[in-house]
């Protein structure tokens, strides 16, 4: 079945810091999104992107959608403390009914 | 805006037992998810309802698994009887449609012993 990859795993940063993860396919998505989820808590859309090579910021983060269309790029610049938790890629393929597949995660650790 | 209410926010059972899950998504939001989350994983759908119908539910385990939206609004998820690898957070979402961000409910953190 269709899987994403998410890197790295896991990081601890010193607040401040600029942070970069990624997620991979090997297939198609017509949608990416990331989310951010808190503990005991569902995950939150922070930002999502439809078009491939489109850049899109929200705050302090910005994201893209690759130009393969199988890829996606989420950077946080200037770290801060509630930066903690962990962040999830998802993607949807092309049909509007396509479910929604999320990425293992990245957790995120700031260092104060 | 009131967000997608899930109860309860706790279960512990026994294996072999059988549970329910209530989701009440946010008004308006035609379309309602239930997701599996395995502790560190991300999320799996298990169910997608449009209104009251069924879109998507390939990955819902159908011999142990139901879910109902009766009236296309408030959404039960049962199991019965539970296995030990149902032990999971079930996540309720809605949206307006499926072409729109959704929102995710805090979930019910079932413990299955």
């Known amino acids: 079945g269709q899987q994403l990859n998410q890197s790295p795993q896991s990081m601890f940063i010193q607040e401040g810091e600029d942070v970069s993860m990624n997620c991979t396919s090997s297939s198609i998505f017509n949608t990416w999104l990331w989310y951010k989820q808190d503990p005991g808590e569902g995950p939150v859309l922070l930002i999502a992107?439809?078009?491939?090579?489109e850049l899109t910021s929200n705050g302090r983060l910005t994201a893209q959608f690759g130009i393969t269309r199988k890829d996606s790029f989420l950077n946080i610049s200037a770290s801060i403390p509630s930066d903690v938790g962990i962040y999830f890629c998802a993607g949807q393929r092309k049909t509007s009914y396509d479910k929604v597949i999320f990425g293992p995660g990245t957790s995120l650790s700031v260092i104060p | 805006e009131a967000g997608v209410a899930q109860s309860p926010r706790y279960k512990i059972i026994e294996k072999r037992q059988s549970v329910a899950f209530w989701c009440n998504p946010i008004s308006g939001h035609a379309t309602l998810y239930w997701y599996q989350q395995i502790l560190g994983q991300g999320p799996k759908l298990l169910i997608q309802f449009q209104n009251n119908g069924v879109v998507d539910d390939s990955q819902l385990p159908k011999d142990r698994f139901s879910a109902e939206r009766l009236k296309g609004v408030d959404s039960t998820l049962k199991i019965q009887p539970a296995k030990l690898e149902d032990s999971a957070v079930y996540l309720c979402?809605?949206?307006?449609?499926?072409?729109?961000?959704?929102?995710f409910g805090s979930g019910t953190r079932l413990t299955v012993v």
């Open positions: 992107l439809y078009k491939a090579g």
């Open positions: 979402a809605s949206s307006f449609g499926v072409n729109y961000g959704y929102t």
